[in-house]
């Protein structure tokens, strides 16, 4: 194995493209995964604001697309405080999500909320995952426990309620 590898280079199933030196925690390398779908969530909250420019919710939206950048930002630091290259896009699973939510907008507001629904479920689950891991440093669960997971549960209680007014 070469000095610097592409994590998951040669592992199928692990999608990340933050370039990680040998010897480096493994958990690391799902880092760039976490940071995509962070960037996936700001890009799906821009795409169905769209749809309530002027409604009451649109401010609601964007407070979670906020929160959602404010998380890429911590991801992003992540990675760059241990001297590698963060993603700047949301990768292949952006065009995934993309597709989801334009699809879901055609059907009307329920939908697209219930698309953003589905990504904050689907965030919730990688983190609470992440927690289980044992090779992840306590202050990173710490900050998943009291911050980003209570942030995903929030949005989707919300999102729920936002669903059934309109």
């Known amino acids: 194995?070469?000095?610097?590898?592409?994590?998951?280079?040669?592992?199928?199933?692990?999608?990340?493209?933050?370039?990680?030196?040998?010897?480096?925690?493994?958990?690391?390398?799902?880092?760039?995964?976490?940071?995509?779908?962070?960037?996936?969530?700001?890009?799906?909250?821009?795409?169905?604001?769209e749809k309530f420019r002027s409604d009451p919710v649109a401010k609601r939206l964007r407070d979670f697309r906020s929160e959602h950048d404010?998380?890429?930002?911590?991801?992003?630091?992540?990675?760059?405080?241990?001297?590698?290259?963060?993603?700047?896009?949301s990768g292949p699973w952006g065009q995934v999500v993309f597709t989801i939510v334009g699809t879901a907008k055609?059907?009307?507001?329920?939908?697209?909320?219930?698309?953003?629904?589905?990504?904050?479920?689907?965030?919730?689950?990688?983190y609470n995952a992440i927690l289980k891991r044992d090779d992840v440093p306590e202050r990173i669960k710490k900050k998943l426990r009291e911050d980003f997971i209570p942030l995903q549960e929030r949005h989707i209680a919300s999102l729920e309620v936002i669903q059934q007014i309109v």
Request: glycine share 12%; charged share 25%.
């Open 70 to 89: 404010r998380v890429a930002k911590f991801w992003r630091d992540e990675i760059l405080a241990r001297g590698y290259s963060p993603d700047e896009d």
């Open 1 to 49: 194995m070469s000095q610097w590898e592409i994590a998951g280079a040669g592992n199928p199933g692990l999608d990340t493209g933050v370039v990680i030196a040998e010897g480096s925690p493994i958990w690391l390398s799902d880092v760039g995964r976490l940071l995509r779908g962070e960037i996936s969530a700001v890009e799906a909250y821009d795409q169905v604001m």
């Open 106 to 126: 055609l059907f009307g507001e329920s939908s697209a909320l219930q698309a953003l629904k589905s990504g904050e479920s689907h965030g919730l689950a990688e």
